[in-house]
């Protein structure tokens, strides 16, 4: 099976920076998502890492270290829209069935 | 446009009924996926086909059904088996031999027993 670990919640002040940590225990490792969802509506990609390192998209990082079963994803100048639950997960190499954690909500305020 | 639709997007079922949520996609994707979201549980996975005539149980298959008998559609019957299926339903697609396999969602059915 797989174990995928996130905060439940965070909170962070406009213009600020979040890290958001996700661990995982996997078998047949191939690869890690970053997902956001608002509220009642789908899920949209955000990022996507397979070799260890930082990957920069605009205002979001993310990081994956295979060997510790760490990553993170980073939201740099936090926006009142960026208020959305972050779920992290985790693609198997041999049947490419992906699974979530149970998401981070991050709430900006003012 | 390419992309994903479910139907419907609201539904109510009595107890003892069978309901079943359409998922279609023009994308062209191989594999297509359906999960049940729960507040605070993330996202879990019912089941996934990778191809036509092809499907796998996910981790919550008990009391679902599903069939893929074109590569457009993936509908997704939950059966009076499913003890509590008040929930969001969310169906996806992924191209597995493109590398990443970035999932694309729909924008969910959300199931209400009364």
């Known amino acids: 099976g797989q174990n995928i670990d996130q905060p439940t919640e965070m909170t962070a002040t406009e213009g600020a920076i979040v890290q958001i940590n996700c661990t995982y225990q996997?078998?047949?490792?191939?690869?890690l998502f970053w997902y956001q969802q608002h509220a009642g509506e789908a899920p949209t990609f955000l990022s996507y890492?397979?070799?260890?390192g930082l990957e920069e998209k605009g205002r979001f990082s993310s990081f994956l270290s295979r060997s510790k079963g760490y990553c993170y994803l980073l939201l740099k100048e936090l926006q009142m829209k960026d208020s959305a639950s972050y779920l992290c997960?985790?693609?198997?190499?041999?049947?490419?069935?992906?699974?979530f954690g149970a998401g981070t909500t991050v709430t900006v305020r003012a | 446009d390419g992309g994903i639709t479910q139907s419907p997007k609201y539904l109510f079922r009595k107890e003892g009924q069978n309901v079943t949520l359409s998922c279609e996609q023009n994308?062209?994707?191989?594999?297509m996926y359906w999960y049940r979201q729960d507040p605070g549980q993330g996202l879990r996975l019912i089941y996934y086909?990778?191809?036509?005539?092809?499907?796998q149980k996910g981790d919550i298959a008990e009391g679902y059904s599903v069939s893929r008998e074109k590569k457009e559609s993936f509908p997704l019957t939950v059966t009076s088996a499913q003890k509590n299926p008040t929930a969001f339903y969310l169906c996806?697609?992924?191209?597995?031999?493109?590398?990443?396999?970035?999932?694309?969602f729909g924008a969910g059915s959300r199931l209400t027993v009364l």
């Open positions: 997960a985790v693609i198997r190499s041999n049947d490419y069935k992906l699974s």
């Open positions: 996997t078998s047949g490792f191939n690869g």
């Open positions: 890492n397979v070799l260890d």
């Open positions: 994308l062209n994707h191989d594999a």
């Open positions: 086909s990778q191809i036509v005539n092809d499907f």
């Open positions: 996806a697609t992924g191209q597995p031999s493109r590398g990443a396999n970035v999932l694309t």
